[in-house]
C-alpha cells in the first residue's frame, strides 16, 4: 500500500505570494491532518478535514486554510506569506482520526521556504 | 490548556543500553490519548507508542515503553537495548477528544536522541 505522498517536496517563494501545497493520503484513508514544524514552535497542529469538510481547527490565522476533494486528496493554501511561514508542512492521514486515533501515518513533508 | 513539556532537547546513549525520555503535560481533562512519535534525520514521523489515559497498565511495543504516571502527569519513554536506527527526533503528544470528532492535538518541542556505536 502507498504512503501517505505529499508535494512539492520543496517550495521556495517570496513574501506576499501564495503556495498551496497538496497531500494525496493513504488508499482508503479519510481524515486528513496538517502540520506546521519548525525550530522554534515545533509541530503545531493546523487542521483536519474529513469527508471533505474542516472538522478540526488549530491556531492559526486565517491566511492558512485548506480543503478536501472527493477522493480525499487535500490541499493547504497559505495566502500573503510571511516569513515566518518558513516551515517543513507535514501530512498525515488516518481512517479516522476520531474512531481510529492512535494511527495517524504521516508523509514526508514539504519544506517551505519564504524570502 | 493543554501543555506537553520535553525537558530534554538533545541526548545520547550507546548502543545497546536504555535510554528514558521524559515528558510531562499540563491539563485539566481527565480522559485523554498521550503518544510518542519518532522522526529519524530526513524521515517520515511514525507513531511509537500510545496510552489511554484511562488505562493503568503502561503501554510496550517491543523495545519501547512507557512509565505513565496520571497523578503527576508524566508520560516518559524508555528505549531498551538502543540501536542506531532509533537515533530520530522524539515527540511527545497529547489528544483529547471532545465528542464526536472534535479534539486538540499537542506536541512537545522534541528530544533529539542519538545513539552511538
Known amino acids: 500500500k502507498a504512503g501517505v505522498t505529499q508535494t512539492p517536496r520543496y517550495l521556495i517563494k517570496t513574501r506576499g505570494q501564495q503556495v498551496t501545497l497538496s497531500c494525496s493520503p493513504i488508499s482508503g484513508h479519510r481524515s486528513v491532518s496538517w502540520y506546521q514544524q519548525t525550530p522554534g514552535q515545533g509541530l503545531q497542529f493546523l487542521f483536519e478535514?474529513?469527508?471533505?469538510?474542516?472538522?478540526n481547527k488549530g491556531n492559526f490565522p486565517g491566511r492558512f486554510s485548506g480543503r478536501q476533494f472527493s477522493n480525499s486528496r487535500s490541499e493547504m493554501n497559505v495566502s500573503t506569506l510571511e516569513l515566518g511561514d518558513s516551515a517543513l508542512y507535514l501530512c498525515?492521514?488516518?481512517?479516522?482520526?476520531?474512531?481510529?486515533?492512535?494511527?495517524?501515518?504521516f508523509g514526508p513533508g514539504t519544506r517551505l521556504t519564504v524570502t | 490548556a493543554q501543555t506537553v513539556t520535553q525537558s530534554q532537547p538533545e541526548m545520547s546513549v550507546q548502543e545497546a543500553e536504555t535510554v528514558t525520555l521524559s515528558c510531562t503535560y499540563d491539563t485539566s481533562e481527565n480522559n485523554y490519548y498521550l503518544f510518542w512519535y519518532k522522526q529519524p534525520p530526513s524521515r517520515q514521523m511514525i507513531l511509537v507508542i500510545r496510552q489511554e489515559a484511562y488505562k493503568q497498565q503502561n503501554a510496550t511495543e517491543n523495545r519501547f515503553s512507557v512509565n505513565f504516571q496520571k497523578a503527576a502527569k508524566s508520560f516518559s519513554l524508555k528505549i531498551s537495548d538502543s540501536q542506531l536506527g532509533d537515533t530520530a527526533m522524539y515527540f511527545c503528544?497529547?489528544?483529547?477528544?471532545?465528542?464526536?470528532?472534535?479534539?486538540?492535538?499537542?506536541f512537545g518541542k522534541g528530544t533529539l536522541l542519538t545513539v552511538n556505536p
Open positions: 478535514y474529513f469527508s471533505e469538510t474542516q472538522r
Open positions: 498525515a492521514s488516518s481512517l479516522d482520526v476520531a474512531m481510529d486515533i492512535y494511527e495517524q501515518y
Open positions: 503528544a497529547f489528544m483529547k477528544l471532545y465528542g464526536g470528532s472534535n479534539y486538540k492535538l499537542t
